[in-house]
């Protein structure tokens, strides 16, 4: 499916703007807005795969560098007011921050490795930057002992010497593994995303989803019936909603269609996993 700009629908970003992701959004970048701090907070963003995380730290980074304009006359190379990136899986601290040197635009050669934690915080300073965001935490804190450690001191170093929040993004496990450190438990302000419940929720969610989507007459796929049935095959998971009518619309057009009916939806949920069986 394709939406009007040529982007396919199930990968075109749009923000969905209810209220829990609204307030998550508002904390964040409440936060942007503090003075530096010596011992800056952090923030773990968490829930199921799907739930919006990804989402909630872009729609943050667009509010941010809108609340930040550039400054007039700034003569560095990059003005970063918020760093967004993903770190590898099984990254020890100096990939860690290789990844956002890469993000902050630095070359990457052999000597840059002996200062790379140095070199990011005075980036950090040198760009302005107000929030770090690192998405799918939980895949570089599920290393065990000193690998583990190794990654909690890095970002702890990455606070404190940037004096700058940051905000992570994971599965539960990421609030676990913080809540279990002492220092960054008590730094820690968590915030989780619950699954949507059955119900009028469920409808506006739906609704919202075909909007951006650009299906035709998207509130026919938020009647009772077939909101009853989209909840019970994704969980509640919002990734899972917008899957099953990705995937709806594409089975109504191989039947000739591009409105998209109930049958259409039954047939998709087959091609799809069975989230409700697990």
Same mark, same amino acid.
């Given at each position: 499916?394709?939406?009007?700009?040529?982007?396919?629908?199930?990968?075109?970003?749009?923000?969905?703007?209810?209220?829990?992701?609204?307030?998550?959004?508002?904390?964040?970048?409440?936060?942007?807005?503090?003075?530096?701090?010596?011992?800056?907070?952090?923030?773990?963003?968490?829930?199921?795969?799907?739930?919006?995380?990804?989402?909630?730290?872009?729609?943050?980074?667009?509010?941010?560098?809108?609340?930040?304009?550039?400054?007039?006359?700034?003569?560095?190379?990059?003005?970063?007011?918020?760093?967004?990136?993903?770190?590898?899986?099984?990254?020890?601290?100096?990939?860690?921050?290789?990844?956002?040197?890469?993000?902050?635009?630095?070359?990457?050669?052999?000597?840059?490795?002996?200062?790379?934690?140095?070199?990011?915080?005075?980036?950090?300073?040198?760009?302005?930057?107000?929030?770090?965001?690192?998405?799918?935490?939980?895949?570089?804190?599920?290393?065990?002992?000193?690998?583990?450690?190794?990654?909690?001191?890095?970002?702890?170093?990455?606070?404190?010497?940037?004096?700058?929040?940051?905000?992570?993004? %994971?599965?539960? $496990? +990421?609030?676990?593994?913080?809540? !279990?450190? @002492? =220092?960054?438990?008590?730094?820690?302000?968590?915030?989780? *995303?619950?699954?949507?419940?059955?119900?009028?929720?469920?409808?506006?969610?739906?609704?919202?989803?075909?909007?951006?989507?650009?299906?035709?007459?998207?509130?026919?796929?938020?009647?009772?019936?077939?909101?009853?049935?989209?909840?019970?095959?994704?969980?509640?998971?919002?990734?899972?909603?917008?899957?099953?009518?990705?995937? %709806?619309?594409? $089975? +109504?057009?191989?039947?000739?269609? !591009?409105? @998209? =009916?109930?049958?259409?939806?039954?047939?998709?949920?087959? *091609?799809?996993?069975?989230?409700?069986?697990?």
């Amino acid at each position: 499916m394709m939406a009007p700009n040529g982007i396919s629908a199930l990968s075109q970003a749009f923000w969905i703007d209810f209220d829990e992701a609204r307030q998550h959004v508002e904390t964040l970048v409440e936060l942007a807005h503090d003075e530096p701090d010596e011992r800056p907070p952090c923030v773990v963003l968490v829930g199921q795969s799907g739930m919006g995380k990804t989402s909630i730290l872009r729609e943050t980074q667009r509010r941010i560098v809108h609340d930040f304009p550039e400054p007039a006359g700034f003569d560095e190379a990059r003005y970063e007011p918020m760093l967004r990136t993903v770190i590898p899986a099984g990254s020890t601290a100096l990939k860690i921050n290789l990844t956002l040197l890469w993000k902050q635009g630095w070359p990457i050669t052999g000597k840059t490795q002996r200062v790379a934690d140095l070199k990011v915080v005075e980036l950090l300073r040198r760009q302005r930057t107000r929030l770090v965001g690192i998405d799918n935490v939980h895949a570089i804190l599920t290393a065990s002992g000193r690998a583990r450690r190794d990654t909690l001191d890095a970002f702890r170093f990455l606070m404190s010497e940037g004096n700058v929040p940051m905000v992570v993004a %994971g599965l539960d $496990v +990421a609030a676990d593994i913080f809540s !279990e450190d @002492v =220092e960054l438990a008590y730094r820690s302000i968590i915030l989780r *995303l619950k699954p949507w419940s059955q119900g009028e929720a469920t409808q506006r969610l739906i609704r919202a989803l075909g909007q951006g989507m650009h299906l035709i007459e998207p509130e026919r796929l938020a009647e009772p019936e077939v909101a009853a049935f989209l909840w019970q095959n994704s969980l509640g998971v919002t990734g899972n909603f917008k899957r099953l009518l990705h995937w %709806g619309h594409k $089975v +109504a057009r191989r039947h000739g269609r !591009e409105c @998209v =009916e109930f049958s259409d939806i039954r047939e998709a949920a087959t *091609l799809l996993p069975n989230y409700a069986a697990r």
